[in-house]
């Protein structure tokens, strides 16, 4: 057998677009007002990032059955605040535990962190700029 060396390793950047849907928060700063809507975004906020970091923790402990209840419930807290491109993969994620495809399960679940982590960072600076 002979040993191949690859002298040329290329990485993939792997960036994602978020779509933040400025519409729905605008919408909940008219209904709530300035103080009621930054207290939903920022209580909205902080539950992603534990259900983000929940869903992960699971998903390495296949415990598939709490990973999709997590997951299912990104999706409600990220539409509520106009977070539609996380919403859409935190479903995907239930379709894939739902079909039981553990390589598409692992893909889109690292999807989802990724846009996880860019939604929640755009929405923080959105914050400094009032909507």
Not at 22 to 28: A, Y
Not at 100 to 107: F, H, I, K, Q, T
């Amino acid at each position: 057998m002979r040993v191949r060396y690859v002298d040329d390793v290329k990485v993939l950047a792997q960036e994602e677009v978020v779509r933040l849907d400025s519409d729905r928060l605008q919408t909940l700063y008219e209904q709530l007002g300035d103080s009621g809507a930054e207290d939903v975004v920022c209580r909205a906020m902080e539950e992603l990032a534990v259900r983000l970091s929940m869903t992960e923790r699971l998903f390495r402990q296949d415990r598939y059955d709490e990973m999709r209840k997590a997951a299912r419930s990104l999706t409600g807290i990220a539409d509520q605040i106009g977070m539609n491109t996380l919403s859409r993969v935190a479903c995907d994620v239930t379709h894939c535990i739902d079909a039981r495809d553990p390589v598409a399960l692992s893909a889109t679940l690292s999807r989802l962190l990724r846009i996880g982590e860019r939604s929640l960072t755009e929405i923080w600076d959105m914050q400094g700029v009032r909507v």
